[in-house]
């Protein structure tokens, strides 16, 4: 860790979403001039911490704040790990070193300059606030046989979530995670490399932890945060167990595909047996959500007869 993160996260770490905190008393703690904590903590708004400063009382945290313990971290992760403040992209950084990596290796960011979503949309990436991560695996399986792999993932972070006694948690096709019926959570799954009877993958996913209003008011969609459950969830136990469990249900799809996984994403599906419309440009289906097949297609009934769609540009929306 360089030196400006390092006197960054120290400084973090003073501060609370709770009290104000005097720049004189973290100066004197960390040993820095009251310049230099200005300086720092200017810097921290362009990385999109939220901090709130007023005279004669000091610095407060718009919202909680959760980093990273990286030698816990990495100590609890049995592939490698690869851990930055910031970066552009953990997907983007996967993808140029595939070739060096096992499957469960994993990169994971405080920061990202360059998040992206899902058909190009940017991920907004604010230091310290969410989760960003990306796993790699390598497949020995033909793309078109993975089909359903993003579905999986979306189902190991409600379990992993659910472990941590969150509440009110949901799925959306093809691979949102909801709670309280506002989005948490995404993926991005991306190819680094395809061949006959091998596909390596990269498994990007991002989990909202604590929003500030500020950052919340830049997103075009109802979303949700951890902190809203209370008490935010240890971040790096979050991580290891996430890990953990990525690893197991990916085995798990890869010798018995998506079936294991079918129960606990009807289970958990937000639009079951609700009136839905699909848009698949420029065409539109209604009908209603029966769930999903074996394929990871979203399965949906009209004029008495269901049929399966699958498909990139596919979005589902509650009629």
């Given amino acids: 860790m360089n030196d400006h993160w ?38 921290l708004s362009d990385y999109g911490v939220e901090i709130f400063s007023v005279k004669g009382k000091g ?11 990286e030698q816990a971290l990495i100590s609890g992760i049995d592939n490698r790990c690869f851990y930055f403040d910031e970066i552009n992209s953990t997907n983007s950084f ?3 070193h595939f070739d060096d990596l096992k499957s469960g ?12 979503g899902r058909r190009g949309r940017q991920w907004l990436s604010p230091y310290g606030n969410h989760l960003y991560a990306s796993l790699f695996w390598r497949f020995e399986a ?20 659910s472990e941590m006694n969150i509440t009110g948690l949901g799925l959306k096709w093809p691979n949102d995670i909801y709670l309280d019926d506002k ?64 690893k197991s249900d990916i085995h798990t799809f890869s010798t018995h595909g998506l079936t294991p996984f079918i129960a606990f994403w009807n289970k958990h599906d937000l ?19 029966k769930g999903i097949d074996d394929q990871g297609a979203v399965l949906i009934e009209a004029n008495n007869e269901i049929k399966a769609y699958i ?9």
């Fill in 94 to 96: 996967t993808l140029s």
């Fill in 6 to 43: 390092s006197r960054k996260r120290q400084i973090l770490a003073l501060l609370s979403a709770n009290h104000f905190t005097s720049g004189e008393a973290i100066a004197t703690e960390i040993g820095l001039t009251r310049m230099a904590v200005n300086q720092h903590i200017d810097a």
């Fill in 142 to 161: 033909n793309a078109a046989t993975l089909m359903g792999l993003s579905l999986v993932i979306a189902c190991s972070i409600v379990k992993t979530l």
């Fill in 271 to 289: 639009f079951a047996n609700k009136p839905i419309k699909l848009l698949m440009a420029p065409n539109e289906v209604f009908g209603v959500c």
């Fill in 183 to 246: 989005k948490l959570a995404g993926i991005l799954i991306e190819v680094a490399k395809t061949e006959a009877q091998k596909t390596e993958l990269v498994i990007g996913f991002g989990i909202n932890m604590s929003m500030s209003a500020a950052q919340g008011e830049l997103i075009d969609q109802p979303w949700s945060d951890l902190a809203s459950q209370g008490a935010l969830p240890d971040k790096t136990q979050l991580l290891i167990s996430l890990h953990r469990q990525l």
């Fill in 311 to 319: 498909g990139g540009e596919i979005s589902l929306r509650g009629v």
């Fill in 105 to 116: 290796d994993i990169c994971i960011a405080e920061y990202q300059s360059a998040g992206r």
């Fill in 59 to 69: 610095y407060k945290l718009a919202n909680p704040i959760a980093l990273v313990d």
